[in-house]
């Protein structure tokens, strides 16, 4: 091997052995500075208490009494009295009321549609006219059995009972009678399918639709109309079945819950129209599983008192009168925590009571036991609760944060 070549070999390995060496001292300096960071680092000390903030809350006095809570539930309005308006007899219009339309308001008995009575008018002419031919038949007839009666008697001649009848021409007599009963029937229809040639309204009622105009053609079972009654609409509210105990039914002498009909889109958040609970319909929603109630509610469209009026087919909010409920606490529902739990504040501490919870309506729960009177129950939200919390009332706490010891174990 040559010189050169062993003088390159000695510093390539010179070269190693430095890296090496260096290596190793920065290894070492890094783990002295380690050693010597964690050596001069403060230990944390445990003391032997802790300080702990009471919890700031709000509080509610608790009053018992006796109440009528209110069922809220949701109903769609009906009309009471609905029916199609069908002729009798059948012919031409010839004559239409002027509130005879859509949304016009009639009154019971009054004509809304007049059918060409000339052919009827004619009718009831021939039928009294062979009412009083068969009257003057009868008249002759009975001067005809004055007559056999003043003969028979002049004469004194005895006459056996069955043929008496014959000879005083009583058959006669009673045949044209038969007649004339016939006929008196015959002029009562005549004048009957007159008077029906004028279309009435049966009742107080709201024109709907409207089906036909002059010059058309009716006859028995067409439709002319659509008319409800104006003095009551409906309301079929669902209930859920467990509130059925708690409402009052027109039974027994008992006063029916009172219902206020509320619609608040249409009508404003304040107004509202006066129902009564009328009856309980004897079957289930098969959907909905929710038992059904018929409300009343009287003048619905407002004619005769103040009230917005109620539109057909509407869904409205049903408020109906439960029972009075005696010697309960009433409570905001939002103060009514998970599982029926109510936090009461006792010596600045907090209790976590269960209740027995009787009713429950739209804004307050009604409860039997679990609370009494006089005790304050929290209204503040509280993040984390345990029983034995510390508390303090807003109203008794000063500017700063409100502050308590309280012993721990080291």
């Not at 005895?158 to 009673?174: A, C, D, F, K, W």
């Not at 708690?246 to 009172?258: C, I």
Request: net charge negative; aromatic share 4%; proline share 5%.
């Amino acid at each position: 091997m040559s010189d050169s070549a062993t003088t390159t070999k000695q510093r390539g390995v010179g070269r190693i052995v430095v890296s090496v060496v260096v290596c190793v001292v920065l290894i070492g300096a890094a783990a002295g500075a380690s050693h010597l960071i964690f050596a001069l680092e403060p230990k944390a000390q445990s003391e032997s208490a802790t300080r702990r903030s009471a919890a700031l809350v709000e509080t509610i006095q608790l009053t018992r009494g006796d109440y009528r809570p209110t069922l809220e539930v949701l109903g769609v309005v009906e009309p009471a009295r609905d029916v199609v308006l069908s002729p009798r007899v059948s012919g031409e219009i010839v004559g239409m009321e002027a509130g005879f339309v859509p949304g016009g308001l009639v009154e019971g008995g009054q004509k809304l549609l007049q059918i060409d009575p000339i052919d009827f008018m004619r009718v009831v002419t021939a039928r009294e006219s062979e009412m009083r031919q068969v009257k003057a038949e009868l008249a002759i007839e009975q001067g005809r059995q004055l007559v056999a009666r003043q003969e028979f008697e002049l004469l004194g001649e005895e006459v056996s009972t069955e043929n008496q009848p014959l000879v005083l021409r009583e058959p006669q007599i009673e045949s044209i009678r038969a007649r004339l009963q016939a006929a008196e029937a015959a002029v009562e229809q005549a004048q009957l399918d007159l008077d029906r040639t004028a279309v009435r309204a049966p009742f107080d009622a709201q024109i709907l639709t409207r089906t036909v105009n002059l010059g058309s053609q009716v006859g028995p079972g067409d439709q002319l109309g659509r008319l409800v009654g104006v003095d009551e609409y409906w309301v079929m509210a669902s209930v859920p079945l467990r509130d059925l105990r708690w409402l009052q039914f027109p039974r027994d002498g008992e006063e029916t819950s009172n219902v206020r009909v509320r619609h608040v889109s249409a009508w404003g958040p304040d107004a509202f129209r006066e129902g009564k609970l009328a009856r309980l319909i004897g079957v289930v929603d098969q959907e909905t599983r929710l038992a059904r109630v018929l409300v009343t509610v009287p003048d619905p469209l407002g004619r005769t008192a103040d009230g917005p009026p109620m539109i057909l087919g509407t869904i409205v909010q049903l408020q109906m009168e439960a029972r009075s409920l005696e010697d309960v606490i009433r409570l905001d529902r939002e103060y009514l925590r998970m599982n029926d739990t109510v936090w009461v504040m006792v010596d600045d501490k907090l209790e976590i009571r269960e209740t027995d919870v009787v009713f429950r309506d739209a804004t307050h729960a009604y409860i039997r036991s679990g609370v009494a009177e006089g005790e304050a129950v929290v209204t503040t939200s509280l993040a984390t609760v345990t029983n034995g919390l510390l508390l303090r009332r807003a109203d008794e706490a000063p500017d700063g944060p409100a502050q308590a010891d309280q012993e721990a174990t080291p």
